[in-house]
């Protein structure tokens, strides 16, 4: 399986990225995805996940600023981030597991992850 994510860049507050994680090696239609965040010195966490048929759950953080999809065509997930702000700066993942619930609250236990993309969020 291959996560690439993408999407990242430095950006002031108050901005907007699309952030693009493309899913190789598995049948991206039947998976959950769920992107996730690390900030330097703390642990990773989810920040939204999109399940099979688009029923999507975003961290309390960072709803109404963010929104997460998906193109089945394209086995691509997208992560839509607006009103940017400093604490949201991190390196960001996506993973997928063909069970909601373990995207949402077992991630941590996922084995493999891709590089990430770098979010920078200046004030």
């Known amino acids: 399986v291959q996560l690439q994510a993408s999407g990242g860049g430095l950006v002031q507050a108050g901005g907007s990225l699309r952030l693009s994680c493309r899913i190789s090696?598995?049948?991206?239609?039947?998976?959950?995805v769920g992107w996730y965040r690390q900030a330097p010195g703390k642990q990773r966490e989810w920040v939204a996940v999109?399940?099979?048929?688009?029923?999507?759950r975003y961290r309390d953080s960072v709803k109404g600023r963010f929104a997460i999809s998906r193109d089945n065509a394209k086995n691509t997930v997208y992560l839509q981030m607006n009103s940017l702000k400093t604490e949201d700066t991190a390196v960001y993942y996506c993973?997928?597991?063909?069970?909601?619930?373990?995207?949402?609250?077992?991630?941590?236990?996922?084995?493999?992850w891709g590089q990430g993309t770098q979010v920078t969020v200046s004030s």
């Open positions: 993973n997928s597991d063909l069970v909601f619930g373990a995207v949402e609250e077992g991630f941590r236990t996922f084995g493999f």
């Open positions: 090696g598995r049948p991206f239609s039947n998976y959950a």
């Open positions: 999109i399940s099979r048929d688009s029923f999507t």
